[in-house]
């Protein structure tokens, strides 16, 4: 996208500044979204976004710059903003009158979509959002339905200081489905939205006709539920995306982001016990064609496998280029960003509980009463406490071990650090599911995941 | 090409093509400083801008955007545009605009020197230190934004305008023996100069320092005292429902009831995006519709949805200038500064005063209205605050919450997500709670 001669220039310029280290990141992305209501195509945009950041340390300080004027002189002058910003335009220091060589690693193509986009029309698409909607409509309660696809290709490049220069193409495709179902005054929803670092082969993996059903039957289930009780007890909490509970209330607690400030209730705790010995938790960049996979990270690194807890014990944290400087934790290739405005943080990729060695029966069936969360949906954390809380998008009462009526309005709060103590069984059923994360890099594509996992207690929040 | 120049090669294009076209272009500005242990941890400087295309080929809309502006992506978003309107299943027009005037609403309001937005921040993330209970500061800063919008079309309509936003915050951990809280808080103004570090610092160490020592609360129904960014929080949710556009998708539980009473009548909620000092004002939408102020519900009954063009032909009624639309997005409605009106009957009595919702996003569902949501909170008895409780979340539906306020305090307090929400505190006769 830019000329090696062009970046080195740039990069020795901020080393002549002063800088220990600099970074560019530049960012191609195709982003399509389309959207059916009422039988027929609402909306439909396209868009293309553009543009470099670029990032200098001097120590740990950090200056940060992005711009869309991708040229030599609009990238220079970012540069010198920077550089002024920084006190430091005008200076020369010795480091940047060398060469500089980059090492240019090749994507392997571990993602690679196997149908791409030029393959099929647009209205190949709106066929498929179609299948979607009607594959909702299964009772005439299903009011409402909205599907959508988002197809995302980037191209990024990062070259930095040290020599490392690459690129790599991702390309990722999401299919959406909310139902929206009514009788009376009372209206529920149901959501149900796969998605994979995959090109069009999204609709052979998930058949829009059953993801429309699966959304419009959690609808009608929630039609059907009373509200939730409220108060302590036992949960069973859902396979796939289920595991959000662990990222919001674990994951977030073991990015370098909060561990380097001490902000992490988890922050210098390496191979102390901190969770259940059922519990092993993974975050895996590499899994092929996942949602929250790269071949490389937004730093340039190549993604991996890091185990954080192992039986129990924490192995390691997530650690990116800054949180490394801060912390001397080797890198894990976790540095991410959601694009060219934003400079990169450690951050999740796909996180997930691996799996145990009980069946989802035996889980159920030793619970007097308590909730199964089938399906949650978002929620949130504060690292420095590690209190969260999170909805649950499809529960059931679990009473005599046996899953008994459907309740709604759950909210499953708590600290993270006891609930993931409390952690009593685990499942064999591992699956992940996607989502997309929020935090100070912005929104980044992630999954989360987990077989079925039984929790002692939890306080549930529902009507009292 | 600068953005002038894409405008201008956009509508020739569209006009050869024989398209009526609609372009927004966005141009914005970017100063952040973060500070943290007393230096400048991160110092961000930026500039960004992009340009929306919407065309109108045989009365269907379509969209695209492009932050590259060659020759090639402007012909590439043209193209893309009109593929995606000639799918499109649903009419829609571009509508007939006018001459809009160029505005500006920020004038010299952020044109402060560097070093003293520096030394702002600097001062606050210190100032945060400034309690013996301070566990750790993840980090003080200052950020301002400048942004200048312009719109023009094929069918007439030219207009543009600069605004900005200048804010100061911080976020710290904060012990008493076990107990710890994480707090943060951001203050906005219109002017650098109306910000101040040390009185934020002071807020923010205040608002955390409060929280620490929290009891559990029983599980129960109380009474609820919910602050003014608590409030704020749920009329983001609310506003969602307010949206004609929602309505139309059968996302709003307001459908069919334009004249009813759907909240007390202590309840009257504006939106004006012509506020002098409105964090979120602006002179026109995002279609050229100039603004004006609207009554959404006044004295429990609700008035108007909030309408674009395209709403408002849709439900046959007044197009309120809510048309809302980033370069990046599809036309949609948003509010401005949507507030609810001060009315000063609040007495605190007996109840929890809740000062934060957590995880809205999820715990809220704007379609059916229901929300359980965790929150932090203060126990209060004989009007006085006894002490503090966590772990509990609250439930209800916030329809019903709205005919359940008793009483509404005399003190606007603003809280910005992507519009601004602003509340004074709000007295509910009885929520759910769920605890211990």
Redesign the interface.
Known sequence: MLHPDVVADLLKKALKGGADFGEIYVE?SKR?R?TV???????????????AGLRLFFG??????????LTREGLQE?LE??LR??GALGQVDERGAGGLDFRKASPKGLHTPRVPYGEKD??FR?ERLLEAEAGARIAPEI??V?TSLQEWEQEVLIANTEGTWAEERRVRTRLLVLA?AQEG?????GYAAPGKSVGLELFDLYPPQEVGAKAARQALTNLRAK??P???MPVVVGNAFGGVIFHEALGHLLETT?VA???S?LADRLGEVVASPVVTYVDDGTLPHAWGSTEVDDEGRPTERTVLIEKGVLKSYMVDRLGHLLTGYPLTGSGRRQDY?L?PTSRMRNTFIAPGDKEVEELIASVEFGLYAKDL????V????G?????VQEGYIIRHGRLEEPV????L???GPDTIKKVAAVAKDWENAPGMCGSLSGMVPVEVGQPHVLVSEI?????? | MTLEEAKRYLLRRAKELGLEAEVLFQEERELSLRARQGTLEEIKEARQGGIGLRVQVQRRLGYAYTEELSPEALEWALSEARDNALLAGKEGLIPPGQALGSHDLIGEGLSAPLEAKKQSALELERALWEDSRTRSVLMGGYMEKEVRLALASTLGTEGAFRTGLAGMGGSLVMADGPSLKQGWDFRLAKEFHALDPSRTALEIREKTARLLNAKPLPTGRYRAYLEPKAMAGLLLVLSRSLSAKSALEGKSRLLNRLGERIASEWVTLVDDPTLEKGLVSRPFDAEGTPARRTAVVEKGVFKTFLHNSETAKALGQENTGHAFRTYRGVMDVAPTNLYLEPVGNLRLEKGVRITEFMGLHAGANPVSLDFSLQALGLWVEEGEVRYAVENFAVAGNLLELLKAIEAVGDELDWEVMGSAFGSPMVAVAELSFAGA
Do not use: C, H, W
Not at chain 1, 185 to 189: I, K, L, Y
Not at chain 1, 408 to 411: S, Y
């Open positions: 191609r399509r389309m209501r009422f039988g027929r195509l609402d909306e439909a945009i396209s868009g293309l976004d553009y543009g740990t300080e950090v200056v940060y710059a992005y711009t869309n004027q970012a903003t920077l910003a920084k647009k209205r709106l009011q409402q909205e929206v005054t009372e209206v529920q929803t509200p939730a409220a108060g302590t909060s400030k001490k902000a209730v405005t400079a949906g978002g929620g949130q504060k690292p420095g406490s209190e969260y809380n999170f909805a709604r309005g759950a909210m709060v708590g600290k306080v549930v929040g529902g009507r009292a």
